[in-house]
Structures are given as C-alpha cells and as structure tokens.
C-alpha cells in the first residue's frame, strides 16, 4: 500500500512540474515532416522535447530566437532534448533531417507571474537518487569555484560539449551564463577521473558580439573553429583538454 501512494504522488508531482513550467510547443505539419513521419512532442513531464523519424537520420537540431541559440548534433533517428534550462520566451526549433530543415515552435511561460497557481509537494523520500542527471556528478556535494575562471555574470559564452563513449558521441553547442558553465567545469574535471566520461570534453569561448556570432554561427556550425574573428576570442577561455594535460605532467 505505501508503494501505491508513492507512486501516485510522484505522478502528482510529476503532471505539477510539467504544468508549473508552462512550455507549449507547436509542431510542423508540412510535407517534409509527413514524409519522414517525424515524431515531435514534449515528454509526459513537459521539460523535454522528443523527436523520432523512421528511416532517415536525424542530424542537427537548433533552438533560437533573437538572444539564444543552442545547438545539438544527433545524427540519430530519435532525439530527447531538455528544455526546462530554457529562459522565458518564445523559440524557433529547427531539425535538419537529410537536405531538409523542419522548423517547429515553443513557448516558455511564467505561469506564477501570470497569476497561475502551482502547487508544491514534499516527498520524504531520497528522490535526488532517481533524477540525479548524471551519476559522476552527484559525486560531488559543492562546486570548487578555487580553480574556476572569473566570468562575468551578465554575459554569455559559447560552450561547446562533446560527450563520448563506446556506445555513442554527440555534441552540444550554445550559449550560457556563468553559472551553468561553472557546473559544467566542475562536472567535467570530476568526469576526468572516470574511465566511463574521461573522453568528454568541454569548450568555453568569449563572445564579444553576440548577435553577429549567432548569425554567422547559424549559417556554418563550425564557424567557432575560425582561426581568427572581432566577434569572439578563438582561444578557448577553458578548454578541458588542457586541463587535462596539467593533471597528468602533475
């Protein structure tokens, strides 16, 4: 009988998060999404985006609107992205499947400032252990910022992430705060001490216009391998790889 409850409260819990963070998403219905009868919905709680094709793979997908933009590369049939680190706004999706681009939409409210009510419910349970994201990182209790780069807190960089193991390897390019990037560092440089993660890597770089960035980074992914460019610094800030290194002549 108690795991019946407790199941039925994490359903509660679940349905009232997806509610409480207010993304409402709008498909593409043209014919190059009925061709390569691609899937496009949010998960049951609201904070993903699931994409699934049944032949064709999918190869990139963008999430952008005039101050964002955040690139994955899937090469995939299928793509589950988390949405809920998203700021409040509307945003264009884009996934590139073959020579085509399918765009699709969301939006990200504020439901508690709109006056839409949300309800909390406590669960004495360990449930850290369940959603833990990522099981080397829970290693830690705290961030050592002792070591970490002085950003700005207003501006955003562009980070690049690649994650790579013997079962798969894909990319995530976007743009982020200082605080994500500090998480971010620390969770890298705790995954250089496993055998699973210790191939992943992580890219920081100073974006000086970031308007223009986007824009030339929209046209070509790779524009943030230039060896030169006024719109950003193409010396990585961090660059994990390096750290690395100092560890290992340690």
């Known amino acids: 009988m108690m795991i019946k409850n407790f199941t039925v409260l994490i359903l509660v819990f679940v349905s009232l998060s997806s509610y409480s963070q207010g993304i409402t998403f709008q498909k593409n219905t043209n014919t190059a999404a009925q ?4 899937v496009q919905k949010l998960n049951k709680s609201g904070d993903s985006l699931i994409l699934a094709t049944d032949h064709k793979k999918i190869k990139q997908v963008d999430i952008l609107n005039y101050e964002y933009l955040e690139t994955f590369e899937i090469n995939n049939l299928n793509a589950k992205i988390g949405l809920s680190h998203l700021s409040i706004g509307n945003y264009v999706v884009q996934a590139r499947i073959g020579r085509h681009w399918i765009v699709m939409y969301l939006e990200k409210r504020d439901l508690k ?35 970490l780069l002085q950003l700005n807190e207003n501006k955003m960089y562009w980070v690049v992430q690649e994650t790579n193991s013997q079962f798969s390897s894909y990319k995530t390019m ?46 070509n992914k790779n524009y943030h391998k230039r ?10 800030i961090y660059n994990s790889e390096d750290k690395r290194k100092s560890i290992s002549s340690l």
């Open 113 to 147: 400032a709109e006056g839409i009510k949300t309800t909390n419910i406590n669960i004495n349970s360990n449930v850290k252990e369940m959603v833990s994201k990522n099981p080397i990182a829970s290693e830690s209790s705290s961030i050592d910022t002792s070591n």
């Open 227 to 236: 060896k030169s460019s006024k719109l950003f610094n193409v010396n990585p």
């Open 174 to 219: 976007g743009l982020k705060f200082s605080s994500e990037i500090y998480n971010l560092i620390d969770q890298i440089e705790l995954e250089m001490k496993s055998e699973v993660a210790k191939a992943n890597t992580l890219r920081v770089y100073e974006v000086f216009d970031k308007s223009e960035f986007m824009r030339k980074q929209l046209k």
């Open 35 to 38: 061709k390569f009868n691609l």
